[in-house]
């Protein structure tokens, strides 16, 4: 990839290539102080991988709830790119499906792990392979990459381009209208719910989420609580 003038980000969004992981370099400049709204990006043959600083204005239980908005945004502008059979959806930890397999998956860093505090800066980060790790795509069936599922036309810029302008699409209704809108489309995308899994030491049916997106789990004795800042990466 060349200079970062050549990929468009929407107005109080811009880019940096990162010159190793953009997730790191996300993390590094936020560390240091960057404003929120910076997009880190690297553009690989084999994958690309794109990370946006938010400097939370509310307490961490409820900023975590840029994880699933920034999956909803990736959601939607994959789903517009891609071909209408295939079938894009996330799960809880941040993964992303594509035709019902692993497809890379989402991060999350924050400057502090307390949940009642507002933390100074907050990454949500993701990895998506273009090309499988292996030609012998038989030996992982429940691993994918995106072109090998009839995604080949869609170009990794223009994704990267369309993913900025949906999450702050997202964005600017959530800070609006609340989580309801968000709550609403990522349920509809999220695998697993109904399903039993298990979260941790525990394992149950998964019901859904509560309105801070942390996972309803019931076993047979009760209704677990998990709350979605355990999937927060430690920044030490």
Known sequence: MSDAAEVTFPPLMWGEEAPDG???????????GCDAGLISYKLGAAEMEAALVFAPEVPLSKAIAMLPLCGVGF??????????????HLDWWGGIRV????????????????????PDWLVIGFTLPLIPASEDTGLTPDETALFAEGCAEVSPPTLLESWSRHTLNWLNRWEDEGSASLHSEWRGLVEGIGEEIGNQSLTGTFLGVDEEFGMLLRDTETTHLIPLTTVLEDPS
């Open 22 to 32: 953009a997730f790191d370099h996300a993390v590094m400049r936020a560390t240091l």
């Open 99 to 118: 035709n019902g397999a692993r497809c890379g998956r989402f991060r999350a860093m924050a400057s502090g792990a307390e949940p009642t505090a507002v």
């Open 75 to 88: 959601q939607n502008a994959l789903g517009a790119l891609a071909p209408p059979e295939v079938a894009v």
